[in-house]
């Protein structure tokens, strides 16, 4: 019975000493560029496991110093990960949403392993966005009207951006977007055009809203 119970405790222990290594710890850190090579201060670096989607997870997120460098200064558990980033001052979206999806960026991927548990990446930023700006306002009285900015692609995403008065929204360049503009009290219009933004062009729009028994009906139109 003695050496059955030695027997039994030295399988145990084996056992938590192997899940143990499979759970042992893995660095991550690097730098963040542009496509010309330079690199990116500021810029929110994200790291996901590739075995789950991003959808319905809490993602670990640095931001890089003032030389573009990051450094999750944390534990990772072994195993496979992919980055990404975006800085939405300097015109970066968010390029895990399908909204601004693009096809020519690839996730930095890595994996850390028992003999190489931590790794140095360099995170390549994609296209700059196009960025819509300008306000809501009241078309009599220039008042700043709280509203919601709703757009589409051709492909069904859509983005949702709630406003009052002034706005600014990155927008995926090279595409015909649609945009829906819903006020309370006011009622909703779009633009005629499909609205198509160049990469880090910036353009603005003004949109008058009047009352809904207003005469003559809602429009857009830029001030100057």
């Known amino acids: 019975m003695k ?52 959808d319905g997870i809490t ?63 360099t995170v390549t930023m994609g296209e700059k966005a196009g960025v819509l700006v300008g306000r809501v306002v009241d078309a009599k009285t220039r008042v700043p009207v709280k509203a919601k900015l709703v757009f589409w692609d051709g492909n069904g995403n859509d983005h949702s951006v709630f406003v009052n008065g002034k706005f600014r929204t990155l927008l995926p360049p090279e595409k015909d977007l649609t945009m829906m503009v819903i006020m309370p009290g006011y009622g909703t219009q779009s633009p005629v055009a499909p609205l198509r933004l160049e990469p880090g062009q910036e353009r603005r729009m003004d949109i008058l809203a009047s009352k809904q028994q207003d005469s003559p009906p809602p429009r857009n139109r830029r001030l100057k």
């Not at 640095?62 to 015109?91: C, E, H, I, W």
Request: overall charge neutral; hydrophobic content about 35%.
């Open 59 to 121: 993602r670990r997120s640095v931001k890089t110093n003032g030389k573009g460098m990051f450094d999750f200064r944390g534990s990772f558990p072994l195993g496979a990960y992919q980055l990404y980033s975006r800085k939405a001052a300097d015109g970066y979206p968010d390029c895990s949403d399908s909204f601004y999806a693009d096809s020519s960026v690839e996730f930095s991927k890595l994996n850390l392993t028992k003999d190489h548990p931590s790794a140095t990446v």
């Open 3 to 54: 050496h059955v119970l030695t027997l039994a405790l030295a399988v145990a222990s084996a056992l938590t000493y192997s899940q143990a290594q499979d759970h042992s710890d893995g660095q991550i850190r690097g730098n963040v560029i542009d496509r010309s090579g330079n690199p990116v201060p500021g810029a929110t670096v994200y790291v996901v496991p590739q075995d789950i989607t991003f």
